[in-house]
């Protein structure tokens, strides 16, 4: 069984402070892993991408890969009330490039 | 950039019906589409796996009679949930690919609420 753990949360910040969200998962042969951002009721909405080891950037959110250690986690900066929503962690399944498997969510809020 | 095109939004049925989801992509080919289903306060579930001229793969636990699964071409899949129950209400959400781009992710439809009365 392929499994994506995340922490449920939910995960309380300040406006403007860092929010780290965490994400592992089982398989090692996994190639390519996202962050999904979905506010209650809509559909999941893509974040990030990353496939090779380290730190990758966009605007206020950064992505970090630890292969070896099946780790997966997204940093947002200078967090927004609108970041509060219900972000997915989503591992591609070894043999697979494109089939998804989805942690259970990490519910975010974040206080003006 | 990718669009995904999800019909209907919404749809509330009596018991016993049979309802169909449209999924489309509208600017981009699409040899695989993606089906899963989100109840409440839970992760999408992966459904079966549409792929263009071919069956449908189903994943273990979905009954492939119930959920009827049609990609008759690269830019629609069809999701026919038969004989509906209350049970089978839930947010049911469709993705896809673009065939000429691996290893990118795939772009979600709006998804669908389905709720049997």
């Known amino acids: 069984q392929k499994e994506v753990e995340q922490n449920s949360g939910p995960l309380s910040v300040p406006e403007g402070a860092i929010a780290s969200l965490n994400c592992t998962y089982s398989d090692r042969g996994s190639q390519s892993f996202f962050w999904y951002r979905q506010y209650s009721g809509k559909s999941p909405e893509l974040i990030m991408s990353i496939y090779s080891n380290g730190d990758k950037e966009d605007g206020r959110f950064t992505a970090q890969l630890n292969k070896a250690s099946q780790y997966v986690s997204l940093l947002i900066r200078d967090s927004q009330p609108s970041d509060s929503a219900t972000y997915l962690c989503a591992v591609t399944s070894g043999g697979s490039n494109y089939k998804l498997t989805f942690g259970k969510g990490t519910l975010l809020t974040v206080n003006p | 950039g990718a669009v995904v095109s999800q019909h209907p939004s919404w749809v509330i049925c009596k018991s016993g019906t049979s309802v169909k989801i449209e999924c489309r992509s509208l600017?981009?080919?699409?040899?695989?589409m993606f089906w899963y289903r989100q109840f409440p306060k839970q992760s999408l579930m992966l459904m079966a796996t549409?792929?263009?001229?071919?069956?449908?793969?189903?994943e273990q636990g979905v009954e492939k009679d119930k959920f009827l699964i049609n990609h008759a071409s690269l830019t629609l899949s069809t999701l026919t949930v038969t004989s509906a129950h209350p049970e089978d209400s839930s947010f049911y959400i469709c993705?896809?690919?673009?065939?000429?781009?691996?290893?990118?992710?795939?772009?979600f439809g709006d998804g669908t609420r389905l709720s049997i009365l």
């Open positions: 549409s792929n263009e001229g071919s069956k449908a793969t189903y």
């Open positions: 993705s896809a690919r673009d065939l000429l781009l691996s290893n990118q992710p795939q772009h």
């Open positions: 600017d981009f080919q699409a040899t695989t």
